[in-house]
Every structure is written in structure tokens, then in C-alpha cells.
């Protein structure tokens, strides 16, 4: 069963509740669930869902890929698919998907997003699409293995680990420290 907007805003929630300083970056993603936009279709163009992975590898540094289309190293992950039951099952999809990592290597570091982003997306004449929001679920991972067989050619040109160190300045640097403790 695809990822409902039930689900969006219970995951929502429950994050708010452990994270209640997101209340105001937050709210709009609220508001517009309430208004029945459908966060999880990319054609939503005020602002739509995507899942993110955080990987940490045995050493604990953390796999950044660099992105193709926005020239950008980031953490893997990207849009819902109607296959994805969950959002964490879209951040693993996605994980997998852009490194060619097994997901019988990767285990979930627990069951709630460690992060929520919204972030602006530039637009993409190519794709017809206009600027707009991705609210970014991000979840963290971890694996035994750091080989990355196949990266997604059409998505991703590099893959790194990187020490988490390089992430510390942001709200999701330092809940990823605190988890790998």
C-alpha cells in the first residue's frame, strides 16, 4: 500500500513531539496536509515529501554522494514511489538504489526520521517543473560494508565517506553525532 498522508502526518508528529523546536519550520507542512495537498505526489508543486538516507559506516563516517543534476554533495535519497509503504522503506529504496549498496548490508538505526528538512528545490525546465519545497524525511542507517558496487549513473557521478565531523555544524550534523555514540 503506497505511503498515505495518514502516515505523512503521524511520522510528522511523532517527530514534532521529540523535536518540538521544528514546531514553526514545520507548520506549513501541517497546514497543507490539513488542506489535503498531496505530499506525496512530485506534482505537488507548493511542497512535496522525499525520503533521505543517512548512512553510517563501520567507522561511523558517512556516505555523501554527489548529486548530478544540482552539482551538490548530498546524502542519498530522492522522491516517493507508489511502491513504498513507508517513508523509511522510500529512504532505504533510495539508498540502495543510488549506490548499488545491498539492503541486506543496511539496518535502520531506529524507526523515527532523525531529521525533517524542508528545502527549496530550483526549478528544472527540462523536467517542467517550477521551483518548489521537498519536506525531506531523513532517517539513519547503518552498515557492516562501505563498498559501493554501482552508483546510479543517471543520479549520481561520486560517492564519498565522509567523517561526520563535516556535518556538525547543522541540526542534522549534531543528532547524527549524538546517535553514533
Known sequence: MPISADHIRTTLIAYLDTHPEGKPDLAPVLALL????????????????????????????????????????????GHLEPEDETLQAAALRELCEETGIPVTSVSPAGDAPIHIDVHAIPANDAKGEPEHQHIDFRFLFRTTSTDISTLQAEEVVDAAWLDVDAMKASALGQRVAIALC
Do not use: Q, V, Y
Open 34 to 77: 490539513d488542506t489535503g495537498a498531496g505530499l506525496t505526489s512530485r506534482k505537488e508543486f507548493r511542497a512535496h515529501a522525499t525520503a533521505g538516507a543517512i548512512l553510517a559506516g563501520p567507522d561511523n563516517r558517512i556516505l555523501h554522494i554527489h548529486h548530478l543534476a544540482l552539482d551538490k554533495w548530498l546524502l542519498p535519497g
